[in-house]
């Protein structure tokens, strides 16, 4: 009975600890509510983020590349598809596998939102420093300072802007890859893989462009000179996809991929509108465009898996 009463009585004790550790709690946050509204906005986004890089990182180790065909039909490219001795046989098919590899792009965010007009406000604040700006939506509007293919210089970029006092986090771009079967001329089978390689690298050049022009290894016309080779290329590239996609608009991965490449040129034209010779406003367009053409590249392979 003792033992009893001893049980009941802590139990009392307890229940009024809890009570009033609970009015406590109430009051201080009733009180300090707009002060420490911010604070808390700030620690649950980075910790959405964390969940959502970590989530991205285990999908990444375990990602399964899909397998796709694509089937490029003779003719409808300008030429008569003879074969080598003259005569108008088509030229026998072959069928080639293209195995195109998954990569990440780490971005350097400055900021989630869950308004879109805080987000433009905030692109156009570190344009003007010369960063990306760049804003991506999934549930935040996220504003994208830069882009990295390496974790660990992204991971260098963040420790020296906490060194500034600048929070960022880390967001991963994940571009998943995909194993194609191509059948067609042995001459379009290796015109469609240039395609799809030339895109990926001239696209990671980019990074290593913008590298050189912030730190003055290039000057802003060496970088638009660059920028113009890559157009030119893209722009012979494009007309060999027009041309055989032409008897067949309805394959998407053709129609796709052609789609793809006019808007690189497009965006790649726009970097040098205005002041050519402005290093910092240049510089926020390639690392803006840089990361606008791996989300394209992106929802391509996307639709091409069923992503």
Request: aromatic share 8%; hydrophobic share 35%; proline share 2%.
């Amino acid at each position: 009975m003792r033992y009893s009463r001893l049980r009941r009585r802590n139990r009392r004790r307890y229940t009024w600890v809890l009570f009033l550790g609970l009015l406590l709690f109430l009051a201080l946050y009733i009180g300090s509510a707009g002060a420490a509204g911010n604070f808390i906005s700030r620690i649950i986004t980075s910790f959405l983020d964390d969940v959502a890089d970590t989530n991205q990182g285990q999908d990444n180790a375990s990602v399964e590349v899909p397998d796709t065909h694509l089937t490029v039909p003779d003719g409808g490219d300008g030429s008569s598809d003879e074969s080598p001795n003259g005569s108008s046989d088509s030229i026998q098919k072959v069928t080639e596998q293209l195995n195109i590899d998954p990569f990440n792009l780490y971005a350097i965010q400055l900021g989630a939102f869950t308004s879109k007009e805080n987000a433009e406000a905030a692109a156009r604040e570190i344009q003007a420093k010369g960063a990306a700006g760049y804003i991506l939506y999934d549930k935040y509007f996220r504003v994208l300072a830069m882009g990295y293919a390496s974790q660990d210089d992204a991971q260098k970029v963040k420790q020296q802007l906490g060194e500034e006092g600048i929070e960022s986090q880390i967001y991963s771009i994940l571009v998943p890859g995909v194993n194609m079967e191509i059948t067609a001329s042995a001459e379009k089978v290796s015109s469609i893989k240039t395609a799809f390689s030339t895109w990926i690298d001239r696209t990671k050049a980019l990074e290593d462009m913008v590298k050189k022009l912030d730190t003055s290894a290039i000057s802003v016309e060496d970088a638009k000179k660059g920028i113009e080779v890559t157009i030119d290329e893209f722009d012979s590239i494009l007309e060999q996809l027009k041309a055989y996609s032409a008897t067949q608009e309805s394959n998407h991965v053709l129609a796709g991929l052609q789609r793809l490449y006019q808007e690189g040129i497009e965006s790649l034209s726009k970097i040098f509108e205005g002041n050519v010779s402005d290093r910092v406003a240049n510089s926020s367009k390639i690392k803006y465009t840089y990361i606008d053409m791996v989300c394209r590249y992106k929802q391509y392979i996307d639709s091409i898996t069923g992503e």
